[in-house]
């Protein structure tokens, strides 16, 4: 029994000397943490081209689906009615220095092709130059060209399809009155509906003494 009790209070303090000694698992951190790993580890940028994608097309309305899944593989952009996607080759999928395709990116695109859909495929590098140099629409635009033909029809931004087409008014100044005579004056300012079909428009001035000479002119050559 006394022995039993003095090896008890030789394990006890023991136990006590041990908990005092500073254990390096517990004050100490051997790994970092999983952010700090991350930034550590060497891997290829990631892009959200999926994003850059969709906000394009809704702006061109295009119907899409955006993160669709096709088989066994997540596809960026699908259009379901016409069976066509859009594929991104990004960094993952090309080798270095070669800038190859890799055999996982080769065999995901064959397994797509014999699933039936049109497949318009992409270099992730056009697409970010693409958006460096504000050009992502005209891009995407000449991409899906095969599927919505007006897609990459050239169109002027600049000009309105709304604008009008009417003529010009031409507004004639007070010395042209004094300069010209009562027969000119006269054939500008006529009643007759080919004048008012020129590009002058039907907006013009006239001046109320030619108007009223015409008519006597008129009266006149009917009494005689």
């Known amino acids: 029994m006394t022995r039993s009790s003095q090896l008890s209070s030789d394990v006890k303090e023991w136990l006590a000397l041990a908990l005092e000694v500073p254990r390096p698992d517990q004050y100490f951190r051997q790994q970092p943490r999983r952010a700090e790993r991350r930034r550590k580890q060497i891997a290829a940028a990631r892009y959200s081209y999926e994003t850059w994608l969709t906000v394009t097309l809704s702006q061109l309305h295009v119907p899409h689906q955006a993160q669709a899944i096709v088989g066994c593989h997540r596809v960026p952009i699908t259009f379901r009615a016409q069976r066509h ?22 065999l995901r695109r064959r397994h797509l092709l014999q699933l039936g859909w049109a497949m318009h495929s992409i270099h992730l590098r056009d697409l970010h130059e693409a958006v460096q140099k504000g050009k992502l629409r005209l891009t ?20 309105s399809t ?17 300069s010209r005579t009562t027969d000119q004056v006269l054939s500008d300012f006529s009643d007759s509906e080919i004048e008012d079909e020129d590009d002058r428009g039907s907006a013009r001035l006239r001046n109320p003494r030619s108007v009223l000479r015409e008519r006597a002119v008129r009266a006149a050559q009917q009494i005689g």
């Open 85 to 106: 996607l859009i594929d991104v080759l990004d960094l993952q999928d090309l080798t270095v220095p070669a800038n190859r395709v890799t055999g996982a990116a080769e």
């Open 140 to 159: 995407v635009s000449k991409l899906i060209a095969s599927l919505d033909p007006g897609a990459a029809r050239a169109a002027s931004f600049s000009e």
């Open 162 to 178: 709304f604008t009008s087409r009417a003529p010009k008014v031409q507004v004639l100044n007070r010395g042209r009155w004094q």
